[in-house]
């Protein structure tokens, strides 16, 4: 497991914009998919957004409004969030795994999928 570090979240109004970001050690190269869950109060975690050098996959809900991209020579992945809405508050964890099967469209995939985690960004919207 690789320890990585998310940082960006924050509290904005309703339409506004965070950009959320994640970096995994430079001794841990090639994280092959690399992405971001969300975990709202009492619910479970979902996905939000995975991509691999190939593919980017978004949740339905945020599809349109959030763009995920990424950094390899920092070993990087963004989140850039705009037109958020309350619904989106919760707390914000990235995640990877070397392995590039697990980017797969967000209603397939899994947290069990990956097994390096931030430590969890949050974000609260007010309206």
């Known amino acids: 497991q690789v320890q990585l570090v998310d940082s960006g979240g924050g509290s904005v109004q309703a339409g506004g914009s965070l950009r959320l970001s994640c970096v995994a050690p430079?001794?841990?190269?090639?994280?092959?998919?690399m992405g971001w869950f969300r975990q709202a109060p009492g619910k479970e975690r979902e996905g939000v957004a995975l991509?691999?050098?190939?593919?980017?996959y978004y949740a339905d809900s945020v599809k349109g409004r959030f763009t995920i991209s990424r950094d390899n020579a920092k070993n990087t992945v963004y989140l850039q969030m705009n037109s958020l809405k309350p619904e989106d508050l919760g707390m914000y964890y990235c995640a990877a795994t070397y392995s590039p099967r697990w980017c797969r469209p967000l209603s397939l995939s899994s947290p069990t999928d990956f097994p390096s985690w931030g430590q969890g960004t949050q974000v609260t919207v007010s309206s």
């Open positions: 430079r001794s841990y190269l090639n994280m092959r998919c």
């Open positions: 991509t691999d050098d190939d593919s980017i």
